[in-house]
């Protein structure tokens, strides 16, 4: 049986640099309790067809671009999981 994702070991590692500056007073994507209370926004944000809303934003606005499809897999599996720590 495969290790469920946890956020210490998988997903905190996905957030850049730039990620956390951008959420900074929004969400603390460093902190568990706000990347697990808003895991549904988030996921929402990294699969946004509409430019604004996307994280990260496209180069165009100052971000690193979209997530590839795999680290968003993760994300999701992370959530399917129940969000481990």
């Known amino acids: 049986m495969a290790t469920p994702t946890s956020f ?7 957030f850049t640099e730039m990620d956390l500056e951008h959420m900074n007073g929004i969400i603390d994507l460093t902190s568990y309790d706000d990347v697990k209370t808003h895991a549904q926004d988030i996921l929402g944000r990294l ?7 996307l994280m990260p934003p496209p180069m165009s606005r100052g971000g ?10 993760l994300f999701q599996s992370w959530v399917n999981d129940g969000c481990q720590p």
């Open 8 to 14: 210490k070991a998988d997903i905190r590692p996905l």
């Open 47 to 53: 699969t946004a067809k509409d430019q604004t809303r």
């Open 64 to 73: 690193d671009g979209p997530w590839s499809p795999e680290r968003i897999l």
